[in-house]
């Protein structure tokens, strides 16, 4: 990704993320206030439709306190005036009085006289639960024991809730005792719920009630005014909030639902706001971005990248004579300028690193192959010591002394036969020691050849590129194998994979290759040794294996001998490093991590720590 992409990222998600930030306050601490707000609103219109009903609770009770405090009130619960009964219940006296039930009992709870009246067809009407003869003693409107004593509230009848008020009958003075009961009633209907919504400005309805009413009159048995309502808000629509409560009946029991639904028109302006002020934060966003991202270009973005397509070139071409030439003073005209000045001082160390680097690679390389020529050539002296000792052996200077007395004719002949004997049995030594010694001088001959091929591979390295061969890796390790001196071998077990086996043939380097995998056995039969252990095991396998870039073998040489430290895991391929001491011995690894470079591959070392044992691995091309 490029700078220029990087920093327009990197300020996108700055606005953005302050975008988020700014929706997130909007939606959990301002939204939520509209919200609440909205609700506490819902909740108030509510409590004014409740309100309107006990409003009209209000009414009928003064309406019934006017007709108790009086005394022609008093003398129809007396004696059941039909004068009276022929003015008050009327229908024009309930139509003015806007109710549909006025009644008067006694105090035993018979019906002196009643009405009952729909006001919307003016004609008489049967209220279901409310007799005309007569009601139970019991009745919650009957408990009126002194004079300010008020029933008010909603009872359920047949035709639905009914909101009712019971007054005492009294004097026109208001005194005692209490001689009757005045109950006036109207209908919680569609007509009295309009005139509601008109008083309230707030849409209403009145639920069907939530359980049977026709005996609920019965039951009653307290005047005790019901605790307020619980009013419930429901928000799962977006255009409306339902608020509803529950009202209780004379008898305490949540039979009334009423349920009220507000525009949102708060949150409505709410979301409004909301969008408008995330809208706005995009769009400055978006006009900071595009101010920032000029001024960076013109600032920053334009110079890097004419600094970095200039420095790309100069790493493709080669080129160290191209300068960039940046005047300006800032941080990045003085990065240019240094980096002209060390292309410059580049070009002049080059000359002089070309200068050195014939020298120093010969050197190189032929250090290299002295250790390798010592690694074999150990081995052709240690043969040729054992042979100097075979030979030591042989009694050559008693044969001779043999052949001179059996010439003596002098010697007798029992003397003769022992010497005859004794020369047949140094003959027969001799001729033992005589065709041990061809069979090692032959070994010794092939290991002098192998010191050629090296000496001859050396000098076609320093004119051109190694030889690639058809070859086997499995057949490779045991000619390794056989330039290991004879105490190696001894020391070491070693074992090859199946890997080996399964790669078949190969074009490889077969000269290099092997030379480094006598180095690497070398190597790890020393490090048993090191390992202060009588004998050890030595494991070689291989396997195909998919690289970045091509297919490549993957080879390991594992031991078990006396491992390496961590942090020297990468320095044992540095030129005269050395995990077992001594100098000479660090050019191994060293040499054969710059020939397997040289055949386009690369070198590691793995190792659990001291005393673990260590596996180093080697990666090569592969070539189709």
């Known amino acids: 990704m490029s700078l220029r992409s990087k920093v327009l990222t990197l300020i996108a998600a700055l606005v953005g993320l302050y975008g988020l930030a700014n929706y997130a306050v909007q939606r959990t601490i301002i939204y939520p206030s509209f919200v609440e707000l909205e609700r506490e609103d819902a909740e108030t219109d509510l409590r004014r439709c409740l309100q309107a009903i006990d409003r009209e609770i209000e009414q009928l009770t003064a309406s019934a306190t006017d007709y108790g405090s009086w005394d022609d009130t008093a003398q129809f619960i007396a004696d059941g005036n039909q004068q009276y009964a022929g003015t008050m219940l009327t229908t024009s006296c309930l139509r003015g009085l806007g109710v549909n039930l006025l009644a008067f009992c006694n105090p035993q709870g018979k019906v002196v006289g009643s009405y009952a009246l729909d ?94 009413q026709a005996n609920l009159a019965a039951k009653a048995d307290s005047p005790v005014k019901p605790a307020a309502p619980e009013i419930v808000v429901n928000d799962d629509r977006l255009d409306v909030l339902a608020v509803s409560a529950t009202l209780s009946d004379l008898s305490h029991e949540s039979l009334v639902p009423i349920e009220a639904t507000v525009p949102r028109n708060v ?130 200077d008693q044969i001779e002394l043999a052949k001179k007395q059996l010439d003596d004719p002098s010697v007798p002949d029992e003397r003769r036969q022992d010497l005859v004997k004794f020369l047949e049995l140094a003959n027969g030594r001799a001729i033992a020691v005589a065709r041990d010694t061809q069979a090692k001088l032959t070994e010794v001959a092939d290991r002098a050849k192998r010191i050629g091929q090296l000496l001859s591979d050396q000098g076609h390295a320093s004119r051109a590129d190694r030889p690639i061969e058809w070859g086997r890796l499995a057949e490779l390790v045991p000619e390794a194998a056989a330039l290991l001196p004879a105490e190696l071998r001894q020391r070491a077990a070693i074992e090859t994979g199946p890997g080996l086996a399964a790669l078949g043939s190969l074009k490889i380097q077969r000269i290099s290759l092997l030379q480094v995998l006598a180095n690497l056995l070398t190597n790890a ?100």
């Open 267 to 396: 949150t409505a302006k709410g979301r409004a706001a909301l969008r408008f002020a995330c809208g706005s934060v995009l769009a400055a966003g978006l006009v900071i971005l595009a101010a920032l991202l000029i001024t960076l270009q013109w600032t920053v973005l334009g110079p890097v990248s004419r600094l970095t397509r200039h420095a790309v070139r100069v790493g493709r071409t080669d080129d160290l004579t191209a300068r960039l030439g940046m005047t300006s003073r800032d941080e990045i005209g003085i990065l240019a300028t240094e980096f002209d000045r060390m292309v410059e001082q580049l070009a002049q160390a080059r000359k002089r690193i070309v200068d050195q680097s014939y020298e120093s690679g010969i050197a190189e390389m032929a250090s290299g192959t002295l250790h390798n020529v010592r690694n074999a050539l150990t081995p052709v002296l240690a043969e040729l010591d054992l042979l100097r000792q075979e030979l030591a052996k042989v009694p050559m």
């Open 119 to 212: 006001l919307v067809t003016e004609e008489p009407m049967d209220i279901p639960g409310m007799p005309s003869d007569s009601l139970p003693s019991t009745h919650v409107l009957l408990q009126l024991e002194e004079p300010e004593d008020t029933v008010g509230g909603i009872l359920m009848t047949g035709l639905g809730p009914m909101l009712v008020a019971s007054r005492p009958v009294l004097t026109n003075t208001g005194e005692g005792p209490v001689r009757g009961a005045v109950i006036i009633g109207r209908l919680l209907n569609k007509a009295l719920t309009a005139k509601l919504r008109e008083q309230t400005q707030v849409h209403f309805e009145v639920l069907p009630p939530l359980a049977n």
């Open 525 to 624: 039969a020393e490090a048993i040794i090191s390992a202060d252990r009588p004998t050890g095991h030595i494991v070689v396998d291989a396997q195909a294996e998919d690289g970045e870039e091509t297919a490549m073998i993957h080879l390991w040489v594992k031991d078990d001998g006396v491992g390496i430290a961590a942090e020297d895991l990468t320095r044992v391929f540095e030129r005269g490093f050395s995990r077992r001491g001594g100098l000479a011995r660090g050019l191994g690894l060293h040499w054969c991590a710059n020939s397997v470079a040289g055949m386009k591959g690369r070198m590691t070392a793995e190792s659990g720590g001291p005393g673990q044992g260590a596996c180093l691995h080697v990666w090569l091309p592969r070539s189709e």
